[in-house]
């Protein structure tokens, strides 16, 4: 129900003599300061130990009187304060190793990052085998790069509900209320607890209204204390969840109705029309140690709730219990295991619509006293924690989160600056994902932008295509989805479409602006080309299998681009007569034209062109001045190849299918199969 310290109301060993004012030593002496810190009223000790401290002459009293001050800020949950008294007590006695380090701490709890870092490696200069410090320092320095990360989350204080006191441990009830804790003044007891110096904490009720055209800006109308003397008592009661019919409640209380306990127990009450009737402690939740912070999971049949009893890896931990059916009875406790729980505390756990465990804890790494984390799993078998940076956490005391159903909304309870009381309720959501994707297209060769491109993009979340074209001075903007994976192209006449590039939102948990910009290479119609790999049997012109696959290249090539035309040329080594080689040459020219031809290409836009042994491509001549050594057969190799080049980019279709994909490639609609990029510039 509560946090570690002045929230550890509901966590703490309490006897009826905390509510009772004594007759004791006067107040102002160092005996009335240390009994009233035993009875862990930490106020009461507090305003001792000043005075004390203000009045005394003697050194080791005086340094004690200002530690202690200090421990009292700190357990009352007031680290302003304590800060200022551990900085004395440390400068009183330089050798208070715990001074030292609960300055450090309330520094961190400051969010004083920088200056927190360098008491904790004071205090290790004293105490370099203490565990606790490398990750109290690693908290601060992940507090200093986080503070600058982009967030979704928007965190405003809840005005109108919280107090100059303590409010706190929220819980949903039914589609428009709120319950909550606090220790405000005119609470059902109306007597002020020792430990805070304020009121008991007690249940409260309040109805909120969502503004129609803006859900983020919520009404609240005035808290109401919830039955008094039923489920509130004089003692510290809060932290309520609910089944999902809202007939059963389980909630925090402390001491029992009477006063007489000596834990924190989890009772149930039952609705009884708008009241609750007949709270009785759950029979797992023993008097011998502390039991709070109840979560029902959505199936109401596992409840999740922190405590300190036997069994435990320190401080207070996460157990569930599971409910029977036949026996109408809870089972025994379960520990959650030492993936979530430390040494330290570990409170406040809260079950989302999805199964996703929230909780809060100041043993793991974090970025103050306690910080709220999320976890997924079940039962016991848990994924490590992830703390849920800022601006939900904060230097300060973060706990108690409430999640809505969808997630993007809630509620949490924390004491930073800028607060009305001690401890106050945030609210809490988060701002649409919001991606554009963006980009220029340039031409490969003069890095020209070129206008009036387009562009093709598909998504994994839609079957069909959006197909948009850049702007005047080659850029484009679009939006996209979140989650979602993108491929897209560029293509515009005159030049090769782009590679396919990749995009994707998924990994993104806040509003990106992506770039993707794309190089187009220009048709080149000055270049010759050479197709590798097209081979002819001796003194033959037929095209092989091993040939038919690379001229299959150029036939994606000519129905990707229908209007090019290209020349396929023919070339042999100078061996034999070259009446002959020319020819050969030619014939085999022929074969190719006519094999990509057979495939549907109009035979007009090829022309075959037989070179024979008149573009050599080394001194390979067998004849004329032109010999001028022996070539190896690899060398003659080179010179028997097959090329092409663009010719021009002006052919007009003649059959239907021809502009059919003239159109496609022109004037790409939405829907349908996506298109996909065609053959990129060939090797030369």
Same mark, same amino acid.
């Not at 809260?350 to 929230?358: P, Q, R, S």
């Not at 000055?526 to 092989?544: M, P, Q």
């Not at 070179?611 to 050599?616: A, D, K, T």
């Given at each position: ?294 979560? @029902? ?69 974090? @970025? ?317």
């Amino acid at each position: 129900m509560t946090k570690t310290n002045s929230l550890a109301a509901l966590f703490v060993v309490l006897s009826a003599a905390i509510f009772i004012t004594s007759c004791g030593p006067s107040k102002g002496s160092m005996t009335a300061a240390r009994e009233a810190f035993k009875k862990k009223e930490y106020f009461t000790a507090g305003e001792n130990y000043k005075a004390v401290y203000s009045k005394t002459k003697k050194k080791e009293e005086k340094n004690e009187a200002c530690f202690q001050t200090a421990e009292c800020y700190r357990l009352a949950n007031d680290a302003k304060n304590a800060e200022n008294w551990y900085r004395k007590a440390v400068k009183g006695d330089p050798n208070n190793a715990e001074a030292q380090y609960q300055l450090a701490q309330m520094l961190k709890n400051n969010s004083k990052y920088s200056e927190a870092i360098i008491e904790y490696n004071n205090y290790l200069k004293k105490n370099p085998s203490d565990a606790r410090v490398p990750a109290q320092i690693q908290g601060c320095e992940q507090a200093l790069k986080w503070k600058n990360e982009k967030t979704r989350y928007v965190v405003e204080n809840v005005k109108s509900l919280n107090t100059k006191w303590s409010e706190f441990g929220m819980a949903f009830y039914k589609k428009n209320e709120l319950y909550f804790t606090s220790d405000r003044e005119k609470g059902a007891s109306g007597k002020v607890y020792g430990w805070t110096g304020n009121g008991h904490t007690d249940l409260y009720k309040v109805v909120f209204k969502a503004e129609k055209k803006n859900p983020n800006v919520i009404k609240y109308e005035i808290p109401a204390l919830v039955d008094k003397d039923v489920v509130n008592t004089p003692y510290n009661d809060g932290t309520p969840t609910f089944d999902a019919k809202y007939t059963t409640m389980y909630y925090t209380q402390c001491n029992g109705k009477d006063g007489k306990g000596n834990n924190c127990r989890i009772y149930e009450a039952t609705a009884n029309g708008t009241l609750w009737s007949d709270p009785a402690p759950l029979s797992f939740s023993s008097d011998s140690f502390t039991c709070g912070h109840p979560v @029902l999971n959505k199936a109401g049949d596992v409840l999740y709730f922190s405590s300190d009893m036997p069994g435990g890896f320190g401080g207070k931990d996460l157990w569930y219990v599971t409910y029977s059916k036949r026996g109408k009875t809870w089972g025994d406790p379960i520990n959650l295991g030492p993936t979530i729980n430390t040494e330290g505390d570990e409170m406040y756990p809260f079950i989302a619509e999805d199964g996703t465990l929230y909780f809060s804890s100041n043993g793991h790494v974090g @970025l103050g006293g306690v910080d709220i984390y999320f976890t997924k799993g079940e039962n016991a078998d848990w994924s490590t924690p992830i703390n849920m940076k800022s601006p939900i956490n904060s230097g300060g005391d973060d706990f108690g989160i409430i999640m809505a159903k969808d997630k993007e909304s809630g509620y949490f309870a924390s004491n930073r600056d800028g607060g009305r009381g001690q401890d106050d309720i945030y609210r809490f959501y988060m701002t649409p994902l919001l991606f554009t994707l963006s980009g220029v297209v340039r031409d490969s060769a003069t890095k020209e932008l070129l206008p009036n491109t387009t562009i093709t993009i598909t998504s994994s979340s839609d079957t069909g295509k959006l197909v948009i074209r850049t702007d005047a001075t080659g850029g484009y903007k679009i939006n996209l989805k979140a989650k979602t994976d993108y491929e897209l192209f560029a293509a515009k006449e005159d030049y090769y479409d782009s590679k396919i590039e990749s995009q994707s939102t998924r990994p993104f948990e806040v509003s990106t602006d992506l770039v993707q910009d794309f190089m187009l290479p220009p048709f080149d119609f000055t270049t010759v080309f050479t197709l590798e790999g097209i081979y002819y049997d001796l003194d033959k012109a037929n095209i092989r299998p091993d040939a038919a696959l690379i001229l299959d290249t150029m036939v994606t090539l000519l129905k990707k681009y229908p209007r090019i035309r290209i020349e396929l040329g023919s070339h042999t080594d100078c061996r034999a007569d070259s009446a002959y080689n020319q020819n050969l040459s030619q014939r085999r020219a022929d074969s190719a034209v006519a094999y990509i031809s057979s495939k549907g290409i109009d035979i007009e836009r090829m022309v075959a062109k037989g070179y024979g042994e008149s573009s050599l491509v080394n001194d390979c001549a067998c004849e004329g001045t032109y010999v001028k050594r022996k070539c190896t057969e690899e060398e003659h190799q080179l010179n028997r190849r097959t090329t092409f080049r663009l010719l021009d980019n002006k052919y007009i279709p003649k059959n239907k299918q021809e502009m059919k994909d003239t159109k496609d490639k022109t004037v790409a609609p939405r829907g349908g199969t996506p298109a996909k990029p065609g053959t990129q510039p060939p090797r030369r």
